[in-house]
């Protein structure tokens, strides 16, 4: 292998191991702009599933609570970590941003 490429550089004058350099780099780099999409994909994926969750969650159980607790007057520990709930999805959903008009 290695008299092959010896032959081939000595022809060409170098020209085939810069494209095969080049070649080599464009690889790498294809390689790892697909891992890193792939990587930002899948958290994005994981973070929507998660806000889905606790919002299911919040809707379900923490809400109703919350609500009996204020109602009542009673167990107001039980409106505390749903309101920390319902604060962080707030926080975590995104809001619509009002569009720029020329």
């Known amino acids: 292998m290695h008299k092959i490429c ?3 550089v000595d022809r060409t004058g170098g020209v085939v ?11 790498v780099v294809v390689v790892v702009v697909v891992v890193v999409v792939v990587v930002v ?14 919002v299911v969650v919040a809707r379900r159980q923490l809400i109703p609570e919350m609500l009996e ?3 009542t ?3 107001a520990w039980l409106a ?3 309101r920390l709930v319902i604060e962080e999805v ?10 720029m008009t020329a």
């Open 80 to 82: 505390y970590p749903a």
């Open 6 to 8: 010896r032959l081939v």
């Open 17 to 27: 191991v810069v494209v095969v350099v080049v070649v080599v780099v464009v690889v």
């Open 90 to 99: 707030k926080l975590v959903t995104p809001r619509p941003q009002p569009q």
């Open 69 to 71: 607790a204020k109602r």
């Open 41 to 54: 994909v899948v958290v994005e994926v994981v973070v929507v599933v998660v806000v889905v969750v606790v």
């Open 73 to 75: 007057g009673k167990a």
